[in-house]
């Protein structure tokens, strides 16, 4: 039953974490909390795996990703970019927020899933093609694309980052 302890402390411990990344992933924080909970499901199923595993957070992290591929293939989330309610990531402006959220919303769930792993989680192409299962070019590739798309999206709307603005500097629209 020692086993089973170690995942509620491990479980306690990293479920904002796991959180933060659900919701990038659904862009929705309610949705993300039953991502969180059917992954940390998954994840004591498989516990005594996962403790041998090198890594348990990248173990917890795939677990994740692939739950989310799942319930999105089975039609249980939605694809609509959703507004968020919370702020689930801390400090910051609030409009970037809601805007990246809404332009992460409209990828596809595997483009949305490889920049969330490669840019917000920091994991490297290699990495990130073992979790997605596909070569370092696809992820090489649907991450460049999938920035591209992003960011006209982001350029069309209204919204501006100001990157640096405390050094003076101007955004040219």
């Known amino acids: 039953m020692g086993e089973y302890q170690d995942f509620e402390e491990y479980a306690r411990a ?4 796991l959180y933060r990344t659900a919701v990038l992933l659904c862009g929705d924080p ?22 041998r595993a090198d890594n348990v957070d990248a173990y917890a992290r ?12 089975r039609g249980l989330l939605s694809r609509r970019a ?6 689930p990531t801390g ?9 990246l959220l809404a332009a992460l919303g409209e990828l596809p769930p595997r483009a949305r899933a490889m ?31 999938s920035l591209a798309l992003l960011r006209s999206r982001l350029d069309a709307g209204e919204w501006h980052a100001e990157p640096y603005a405390g050094l003076g500097a101007q955004r040219s629209r």
């Open 14 to 17: 990293r479920q904002n974490r």
């Open 62 to 73: 795939t677990v994740l990703t692939r739950t989310f591929l799942a319930e999105q293939r």
């Open 115 to 145: 920049l969330i792993l490669r840019y917000w989680e920091d994991l490297s192409v290699a990495t990130v093609a073992g979790l997605m299962r596909c070569s370092q070019s696809t992820v090489r590739s649907t991450c460049s694309r």
């Open 30 to 51: 309610h949705r993300a909390q039953d991502l969180v909970q059917n992954t940390l499901v998954r994840l004591l199923r498989y516990w005594p795996r996962a403790i």
């Open 82 to 87: 959703h507004a968020v309610e919370d702020n």
């Open 91 to 99: 400090a910051g402006d609030p409009a970037l927020r809601v805007t």
